[in-house]
């Protein structure tokens, strides 16, 4: 029955080591989300992929990067993780683009950086 | 800029008795409104949401939440809280000229028996 599906659901990396995250949908939604979500904070947009057109929000670090090989799979790529990109990684999808459409939402990849 | 203001970052509630979770937005044009529910281990499933139209939104679970634009509010209600509802509320803002989720830092609701 799962939906959105993250692997791993945690990951340990090192300081400056990439690591990527892997997300996948049954949903065949024609939008995927990233969102970053720090300790006690606010779920933020990353960026999303609307099919293969890839939409980065300003203000999102260099270091990180996504990719969609086809529908189903999304990965997020961190090149070089700080300590301070230690968060919850929430992966969504919507059928279409805007706000009118739900999102669903996987369960997160929690990332810790040594 | 658009935000979201979650102002309970715990709400302790006995099983049974009544919730209300506060939102309050800041948004310039007609805001698009969403409550999601976060248990642990999951992802956030949508609970409600309110586009436009009555201002009494029904959502799953029992819960339903009021748009009030001239407080810029949209609290989330419960009439009976059930142990199975403890997990951490976010509230979310958008719109549409603003086509994307800007989210409250959450509420974590504990249910005592």
């Known amino acids: 029955d799962a939906m959105v599906i993250q692997n791993p659901r945690y990951q340990v990396t090192q300081f400056g080591k990439p690591v990527t995250l892997s997300c996948s949908q049954t949903?065949?939604?024609?939008?995927m989300y990233w969102y970053q979500q720090k300790s006690s904070q606010a779920p933020k947009l990353l960026f999303h992929?609307?099919?293969?057109?890839?939409?980065n929000e300003a203000d999102t670090p260099d270091n990180f990067q996504s990719r969609r090989p086809n529908t189903s799979f999304c990965f997020l790529d961190i090149r070089s993780p700080g300590l301070g990109d230690a968060a919850m990684y929430l992966c969504?999808?919507?059928?279409?683009?805007?706000?009118?459409?739900?999102?669903?939402f996987g369960p997160g990849t929690r990332l810790t950086v040594l | 800029a658009q935000s979201v203001t979650q102002p309970d970052i715990h709400i302790t509630v006995s099983e049974g008795a009544s919730l209300e979770l506060r939102c309050n937005y800041s948004?310039?044009?007609?805001?698009?409104l969403f409550w999601y529910v976060q248990s642990p281990g999951q992802g956030l499933q949508l609970l409600l949401k309110?586009?436009?139209?009555?201002?009494l939104v029904q959502g799953i679970k029992g819960f339903e939440a009021e748009f009030k634009r001239s407080q810029s509010s949209f609290n989330l209600r419960k009439p009976s809280v059930h142990w199975s509802d403890a997990a951490e509320y976010f509230c979310?803002?958008?719109?549409?000229?603003?086509?994307?989720?800007?989210f409250g830092t959450g509420t974590r609701l504990l249910v005592s028996p």
């Open positions: 949903l065949n939604h024609n939008v």
């Open positions: 992929y609307y099919d293969k057109d890839f939409n």
């Open positions: 948004y310039g044009a007609t805001p698009y």
């Open positions: 309110y586009f436009s139209g009555d201002t």
């Open positions: 979310a803002v958008g719109g549409s000229n603003f086509q994307k989720l800007v």
């Open positions: 969504a999808t919507s059928r279409v683009a805007g706000l009118t459409d739900t999102q669903y």
